[in-house]
């Protein structure tokens, strides 16, 4: 039902025109296929893969997309939350300037090598 009929609804119904000219280039079914994966979840669920990273690890969230459940399950972890103003789910698209700011200040606090990886 979404593939024949639902998905055409989806981007009629949008509400910026910038995610309806994005949504028409992508397959219904690609989208069909993508909605239930993200609805059934995996495992390990992707929070469990990031607290288990022996890794500095950084979220970044919209502001527009708070309050979200996943930014304050990584807190539980120890994992810092960078709010990117302005911006909802599409980061780089909605404050492209804050989002590069907020990952280049993470990227700035990791370190220059891993072990294993060091430069001779």
Known sequence: MFVAEGFARMVAGADRADYAARLRLADPLAVHRSAVALVEG???AP???LAGLGIPRTYLVGELSLPDPDAETVVAFGVPVTEIPGAGH?????NPDGFAAA???ALADAPTSRPGHERT
């Open 42 to 44: 995996s495992t390990p």
């Open 47 to 49: 929070g469990d893969l």
């Open 90 to 94: 599409n980061l780089m698209l909605d």
């Open 103 to 105: 990952l280049a200040h």
